[in-house]
């Protein structure tokens, strides 16, 4: 019901920042509570950042917190992951993520993680070098 597309990946150096853009389509993304997950080559998809429908609420992985902020417009069916300080562990490609949140609450997002997102975006690489 609802198409992801994410933006603003690319090759930095450490210490630089990206901001990683979620545009969704087909649905309001107001419907529903976001997640960023990331995956490196031979490792498991892990989720880096979650936020709540009305971004009231916010969960970030121990690895990130600190230097990663997620955000949403939801006015403007976005949402954004600021990355600041990155280092070589944050190469992967990124994936922004949907789940349906209308029957929970605006202050709700997945707690399972991986399995409770129905909608996914194809991803996009971010490359940190030392």
């Known amino acids: 019901q609802v198409q992801l597309v994410e933006s603003g990946g690319g090759l930095v150096q450490a210490g630089d920042s990206l901001r990683l853009s979620c545009a969704a389509s087909g649905r309001p993304l107001s419907w529903y509570a976001m997640g960023w997950f990331r995956q490196a080559p031979g490792k498991e998809r892990e989720r880096v950042s979650a936020?709540?429908?009305?971004?009231?609420?916010?969960y970030y992985a121990d690895s990130v917190k600190g230097r990663f902020t997620i955000s949403r417009d939801n006015a403007a069916n976005t949402v954004y992951l600021q990355m600041n300080n990155l280092n070589t562990d944050d190469t992967a490609v990124y994936y922004c993520?949907?789940?349906?949140?209308?029957?929970?609450?605006?202050?709700?997002?997945?707690?399972?993680?991986?399995?409770?997102?129905?909608?996914w975006g194809q991803g996009t690489q971010v490359t940190v070098s030392s």
């Open positions: 993520a949907a789940a349906y949140a209308e029957p929970y609450g605006s202050n709700w997002y997945p707690r399972r993680t991986l399995d409770e997102y129905e909608y």
């Open positions: 936020v709540s429908s009305r971004g009231i609420d916010t």
